[in-house]
Nanobody, 115 residues
Framework: QVQLAESGGGLVQAGGSLRLSCAAS????????MGWYRQAPGKQRELVAG???????NYADSVKGRFTISRDNAKNTVYLQMSSLKPEDTAVYYC?????????WGQGTQVTVSS
């Protein structure tokens, strides 16, 4: 069973940057498309960035040009570099597979952007 552990969140002012990390256990990590999701209070969880096994990336329109997803298969880790942060980026951020079935969700990491 793959376990996911997100880290790197925090409180940042609007316009600032953060880098999130997601460490995954398990030997199948490198063959899976992985994504970063976020869930704001009172809203559904949404996929904001994805990266496939070959490194191809895609982004939600709301973060395009500001967020960059990357992965290091040797470390079983996926990253999310977030820049030009906005208050509306405030959410708990999670990583998981893009495709079904999902892994069990980790605890997530809180990102709070103050105006």
């Amino acid at each position: 069973q793959v376990q996911l552990a997100e880290s790197g969140g925090g409180l940042v002012q609007a316009g600032g940057s953060l880098r999130l990390s997601c460490a995954a256990s398990g030997s199948t990590f490198s063959i899976n498309a992985m994504g970063w999701y976020r869930q704001a209070p009172g809203k559904q969880r949404e996929l904001v960035a994805g990266i496939d096994a070959g490194g191809q990336t895609n982004y939600a329109d709301s973060v395009k040009g500001r967020f960059t997803i990357s992965r290091d298969n040797a470390k079983n880790t996926v990253y999310l570099q977030m820049s030009s942060l906005k208050p509306e980026d405030t959410a708990v951020y999670y990583c998981n597979r893009v495709n079904w079935p999902r892994y069990s969700w980790g605890q997530g990491t809180q990102v709070t952007v103050s105006s």
